[in-house]
């Protein structure tokens, strides 16, 4: 089957890559051969084994009757959106890694594949190579999913852990991250938390068949943590991690991104580099995790390549997996206002006792304080009592526990 692709950059570049190195693989375990017909691009790619493929016309693809499957690896929402429309429409099965486009157009796309009987699949939008889209659709059909907890953003995870362990500062880590290929075009949408929640609006959608606004969700970005910070961490036997956090609560959900300290033995915790996890919740299987590569050329390209031959098989069998489905919206709530514990690092040491802490640490120069669980108004109100009495709250993090008072 002739399949085509937008965009040979990282993503692009990775699933020709897959597609080649694999190609008698997977024609062997799925019947299929694709051919890459066509690569649309700014660029020329000189000396490319694919240079001869290479399109700079979007109607080169979208009018050529031979092509049947679409990979979109471009990103951005404009034209792609346009451009991935006019495929659908057009009759074509469309693929992509494109979770800005997912998050913001993912429903309306969704309802015009179905209305054209094609597919639309996203798998490698969220968590890298992690098949997590095809597990939540598929092998959860079953189960009432309650929650999801999961590192979601390669990049983040993986400047976190050089700073870390290496000692590297933000911007050396981030540097790093770019030249590996993991950045977004714009890597403030990976280090203020925009990506993963993006990701986590997503996921929530497919698990819990609520339409999420991925712009509601609360979010914060590693942008702050300090040296200081993972001293702290380092010191009580914690992590920092940017976590992606929702839970379905009868007919409200509550979500955030945000960084938050998890105890040494937290499944999150272990979690490194540019790896990804997720960890789901259902009412009958209990909880399950999964973790893997969330960025990079060919783990991504794995995710893209596998859409494609599902696509192409269900192309080949006059059938689609593709479903539409008009959820109700909900407005994510806050965690925040359900009471959470805290790690409040201050410029000097606060006498004791002070309302709402528990206890305090000072490594060297820096002096820490750990709350009771506080509710949102609450934590305002001791950083306030904290004001009054000289000390300054540099940074404040989230810390993981289990129970958040809620009745599932
Ligand atoms: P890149 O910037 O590496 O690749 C995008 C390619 O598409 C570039 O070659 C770009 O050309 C080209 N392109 C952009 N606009 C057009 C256009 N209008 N017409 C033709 N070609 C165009 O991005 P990535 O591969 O990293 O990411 C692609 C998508 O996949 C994004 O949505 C990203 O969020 C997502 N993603 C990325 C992952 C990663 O690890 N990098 C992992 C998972 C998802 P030019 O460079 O000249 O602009
Ligand atoms: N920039 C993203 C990340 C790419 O670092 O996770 C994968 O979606």
Redesign the pocket.
């Known amino acids: 089957m002739d399949i085509a692709i937008l965009g040979y950059g990282t993503v692009g570049s990775g699933t020709v890559n897959v597609l080649t190195r694999n190609r008698e693989l997977i024609a062997e375990d799925s019947g299929e051969v694709l051919r890459i017909k066509a690569i649309l691009d700014l660029k020329d790619f000189p000396g490319d084994p694919y240079e001869e493929r290479i399109v700079h016309q979007f109607e080169d693809i979208v009018n050529d009757p031979t092509i049947e499957v679409v990979a979109e690896t471009m990103g951005g929402l404009h034209p792609a959106f346009e451009y991935v429309s006019k495929l659908l429409e057009a009759g074509k099965s469309v693929v992509t890694s494109n979770?800005d486009l997912v998050a913001a157009y993912g429903e309306q796309l969704l309802e015009i594949a179905a209305a054209h009987a094609v597919d639309f699949f996203y798998e490698a939008s969220v968590g890298?190579g992690i098949p997590i889209m095809r597990m939540i659709n598929e092998c959860m059909i079953q189960e009432r999913i309650y929650e999801i907890m999961a590192i979601l953003?390669?990049?983040t995870n993986y400047i976190l852990t050089e700073m870390e362990e290496e000692g590297a500062s933000f911007e050396e880590a981030l540097e790093d991250a770019q030249e590996l290929g993991?950045?977004?075009q714009n890597p403030e949408s990976?280090v203020e938390g925009m990506?993963p929640a993006r990701k986590l609006a997503i996921l929530s959608t497919h698990a819990f068949c609520v339409d999420v606004d991925w712009t509601q969700i609360e979010r914060r970005g590693i942008t702050h943590i300090t040296p200081d910070d993972i001293a702290i961490a380092k010191a009580i036997d914690h992590h920092i991690k940017l976590v992606a956090r929702s839970r379905m609560v009868g007919s409200r959900l509550f979500a955030s991104v945000e960084p938050m300290l998890l105890p040494e033995d937290h499944k999150l915790a272990q979690i490194e580099d540019v790896y990804n996890s997720i960890m789901i919740k259902g009412n009958m299987l209990d909880d399950i995790t999964v973790q893997g590569k969330?960025?990079g050329s060919l783990p991504?390209g794995s995710a893209v390549a596998a859409d494609l031959i599902m696509a192409a098989i269900n192309k080949k069998d006059h059938v689609t997996s593709t479903t539409y489905h008009e959820y109700a919206k909900v407005k994510p709530e806050s965690f925040s206002s359900l009471g959470q514990t805290y790690m409040l690092r201050t410029d000097k040491s606060v006498s004791m006792p002070q309302e709402g802490i528990i206890s305090g640490i000072q490594v060297d120069h820096i002096h820490a304080y750990f709350t009771k669980q506080l509710k949102s108004q609450e934590l305002r109100d001791l950083i306030q009592q904290l004001e009054i009495r000289g000390v300054q709250v540099l940074s404040c993090l989230v810390m993981e526990q289990e129970d958040l008072s809620v009745n599932r």
């Open positions: 979770k890298g953003n390669g990049t993991y950045a977004e990976d990506d969330g960025a991504t």
